[in-house]
């Protein structure tokens, strides 16, 4: 009786650690999924290379991204009065990334 007792303990402790190991494996599965994904949004949202501001549209409400400047913004989207509709900038030269301003645009282009 002993034996089989102890063969039931044993079977029960390595479906104990097997159960433990899966759960452990997928729980770090997620997480790496998980920040992947954050990353990726990440990338999308807030860091934006040379191609991503050009595609950029230029709406009345513009969130200014990672390198551009007064004077960028204002030769894509043909607003040359930036400084002018927009009393928060207090100097121009202090433009930063999330920073919404006004534009006016004078395009007729739609892709612009």
């Known amino acids: 009786m002993s034996s089989s007792s102890a ?9 104990s650690w097997y159960c433990a190991i899966v759960l452990l494996s997928l729980i770090l599965l997620t997480s790496i999924r998980e920040s992947s994904i954050h990353a990726d949004e990440d990338v999308n ?4 290379g040379p191609s991503r501001l050009r595609a950029r549209p230029c709406d009345e ?4 991204g990672e390198g ?3 004077h960028t913004i204002s030769d894509k989207c043909g607003d040359p ?7 928060h900038i207090h100097d121009p ?3 930063f990334p999330g ?3 006004k ?3 004078t395009n007729t282009n739609k892709n612009n």
């Open 7 to 15: 063969t039931k303990k044993t079977v029960e402790d390595s479906a």
């Open 45 to 48: 949202t807030t860091v934006r």
């Open 61 to 64: 409400i513009y969130v200014v």
């Open 68 to 70: 551009e400047t007064l």
């Open 81 to 87: 009065f930036i400084v002018e509709r927009n009393p």
């Open 93 to 95: 030269d202090d433009v």
């Open 99 to 101: 920073l919404v301003i």
């Open 103 to 105: 534009i006016i645009s």
